[in-house]
T-cell receptor, first 113, second 117 residues
Framework: QQQVKQSPQSLIVQKGGISIINCAYENTAFDYFPWYQQFPGKGPALLIA?????SEKKEGRFTISFNKSAKQFSLHIMDSQPGDSATYFC????????????FGKGTTLSVSS | GAVVSQHPSRVICKSGTSVKIECRSL??????MFWYRQFPKQSLMLMAT?????????EQGVEKDKFLINHASLTLSTLTVTSAHPEDSSFYIC?????????????FGPGTRLLVL
């Protein structure tokens, strides 16, 4: 059973547009929700993360929206740029120290110039 | 952010040989590290949790005798792929968590591309 469901699988956005990627989870023990960005041949890099005690977190052009009752969270990339073209993974984890992240299947974003 | 390194970044080996991949946390100590495997255009699949000073914990379906993990120090974990075969060809990525305030953040290494001929 897939614990973190991510959509869409791929996304094409015009330069300057808003990219939106959605994730849903089932395990109510999850309380940490990061987003990672991965370029081809590289390891994932932490982009932004949120805990369920807030509904939104913004860092520069990146915003996480979190809906605890719906068990959903999303990444919004404002003013998308060609350099944002990458694969984005949502993830979730329960709070115990040393617990591994559970990843969504990823979204390949292409920003056309 | 914290830095995690991996070595080598790329390795090509013959079928039947063993390959060792190192994962180091460069500016923090990690009692736990994680090893992931990623096939092309797929997500990261957790293989095992490496624990300093004790045995690794393997995920279901991962052969512990094939993927040997050693976490000998607080900054180094190694993954040895024993008797490698072409189906073991993949991108192997390690990660290590470190705590910043109340949150434990996982930092990933750059990955190791393994090609078994």
């Amino acid at each position: 059973q897939q614990q973190v469901k991510q959509s869409p699988q791929s996304l094409i956005v015009q330069k300057g547009g808003i990219s939106i990627i959605n994730c849903a989870y089932e395990n109510t023990a999850f309380d940490y929700f990061p987003w990672y960005q991965q370029f081809p041949g590289k390891g994932p890099a932490l982009l932004i993360a949120i805990r369920p005690d807030v509904s939104e977190k913004k860092e520069g052009r990146f915003t996480i929206s979190f809906n605890k009752s719906a068990k959903q969270f999303s990444l919004h990339i404002m003013d998308s740029q060609p350099g944002d073209s990458a694969t984005y993974f949502c993830a979730a984890r329960a709070s115990q120290a040393g617990t591994a992240l559970i990843f969504g299947k990823g979204t390949t974003l292409s920003v056309s110039s | 952010g914290a830095v995690v390194s991996q070595h080598p970044s790329r390795v090509i080996c013959k079928s039947g040989t063993s390959v060792k991949i190192e994962c180091r946390s460069l500016d923090f100590q990690a009692t736990t590290m994680f090893w992931y495997r990623q096939f092309p255009k797929q997500s990261l699949m957790l293989m095992a949790t490496s624990n300093e000073g004790s045995k690794a914990t393997y995920e279901q379906g991962v052969e512990k005798d094939k993927f040997l993990i050693n976490h000998a120090s607080l900054t180094l974990s190694t993954l040895t792929v024993t008797s490698a075969h072409p189906e073991d060809s993949s991108f192997y990525i390690c990660s290590a968590p470190t705590r910043t305030g109340p949150t434990e953040t996982q930092y990933f290494g750059p990955g190791t591309r393994l090609l078994v001929l």
